[in-house]
C-alpha cells in the first residue's frame, strides 16, 4: 500500500469495460488506475497493493457485494467504495463497504472519495467506522422518509454508534474537521 495519494493504486472493476475504461481514464493522472471488468477478475486481481477499489454491485459472474465480502473475508486491507446505479435501502448498514456512490459520479466527487479513503486509511480503525457510519446515515436520510427512518431499529442503532465514535474520537476528530467537512460535501447521489 501507498503512503501517497500520487503513488496510490485504485482499482475500478465493473463489469460494462466502457464504464471501467472511462473512470480509469478519469483518475488516471492522480492515481496508479487498473481496471477489471467483472466480479471473478476483481477477486484475481486485489491485493495488498491495491489501495481503494472502485466497485460495482451489479455484476453477472460475480455480484459487488459478493466481491466486497470476500474482499473482507480474505483481510485485505483496501477502502472500497460502491459505485453503483443501485439505489441504497437498508441492506447497506451491514455491508462492510467504505464509501458509497451513485451513479452517474462526477470526477471531483469521485477523486474526494479517493482522497478522502486515502487519509482515512491513515487514522485508526474508529475513524475509518465513523466515516463509513454517518456515510450510510447520510444515505439512508437521503433516501428513506422520516417515518421509515423512525420506524427502523437499525437507524437508531447506527445514530447510537455514531455519537458513540464521535466522542470517543473528538480530540482526534478536531484536527479531522476539513477531512469531515470534505467527505459530507461529497456528491453520492446524482444531482
Given at each position: 500500500?501507498?503512503?501517497?495519494?500520487?503513488?496510490?493504486?485504485?482499482?475500478?472493476?465493473?463489469?460494462?469495460?466502457?464504464?471501467?475504461?472511462?473512470?480509469?481514464?478519469?483518475?488516471?493522472?492522480?492515481?496508479?488506475?487498473?481496471?477489471?471488468?467483472?466480479g471473478e477478475?476483481?477477486?484475481?486481481?486485489?491485493?495488498?497493493?491495491?489501495?481503494?477499489?472502485?466497485?460495482?454491485?451489479?455484476?453477472?459472474?460475480i455480484s459487488?457485494?459478493?466481491?466486497?465480502?470476500?474482499?473482507?473475508?480474505?483481510?485485505?486491507?483496501?477502502?472500497?467504495?460502491?459505485?453503483?446505479?443501485?439505489?441504497?435501502?437498508?441492506?447497506?448498514?451491514?455491508?462492510?463497504?467504505?464509501?458509497?456512490?451513485?451513479?452517474?459520479?462526477?470526477?471531483?466527487?469521485?477523486?474526494?472519495?479517493?482522497?478522502?479513503q486515502l487519509?482515512?486509511?491513515?487514522?485508526?480503525?474508529?475513524?475509518?467506522?465513523?466515516?463509513?457510519?454517518?456515510?450510510?446515515?447520510?444515505?439512508?436520510?437521503?433516501?428513506?422518509?422520516?417515518?421509515?427512518?423512525?420506524?427502523?431499529?437499525?437507524?437508531?442503532?447506527?445514530?447510537?454508534?455514531?455519537?458513540?465514535?464521535?466522542?470517543?474520537?473528538?480530540?482526534?476528530?478536531?484536527?479531522?474537521?476539513?477531512?469531515?467537512?470534505?467527505?459530507?460535501?461529497?456528491?453520492?447521489?446524482?444531482?
Amino acid at each position: 500500500m501507498s503512503d501517497s495519494t500520487a503513488d496510490a493504486t485504485v482499482l475500478v472493476v465493473d463489469d460494462e469495460e466502457e464504464v471501467a475504461d472511462v473512470y480509469a481514464l478519469r483518475l488516471r493522472n492522480q492515481y496508479e488506475t487498473e481496471t477489471a471488468y467483472g466480479g471473478e477478475a476483481a477477486l484475481a486481481r486485489v491485493d495488498e497493493d491495491v489501495d481503494v477499489v472502485l466497485l460495482d454491485r451489479r455484476m453477472p459472474d460475480i455480484s459487488g457485494d459478493d466481491v466486497l465480502a470476500e474482499i473482507r473475508e480474505r483481510d485485505i486491507p483496501t477502502r472500497v467504495i460502491m459505485i453503483t446505479a443501485v439505489d441504497p435501502d437498508f441492506d447497506i448498514i451491514d455491508m462492510p463497504f467504505d464509501d458509497y456512490l451513485c451513479k452517474p459520479v462526477e470526477k471531483s466527487d469521485l477523486v474526494a472519495a479517493i482522497d478522502q479513503q486515502l487519509a482515512a486509511r491513515r487514522y485508526d480503525d474508529r475513524l475509518a467506522e465513523y466515516l463509513e457510519a454517518t456515510s450510510k446515515l447520510a444515505l439512508l436520510e437521503d433516501e428513506k422518509t422520516p417515518q421509515t427512518l423512525e420506524d427502523s431499529d437499525g437507524i437508531e442503532s447506527l445514530e447510537r454508534r455514531v455519537e458513540e465514535l464521535k466522542s470517543e474520537m473528538d480530540e482526534a476528530l478536531s484536527e479531522f474537521e476539513s477531512i469531515d467537512t470534505a467527505f459530507k460535501e461529497i456528491g453520492r447521489r446524482p444531482s
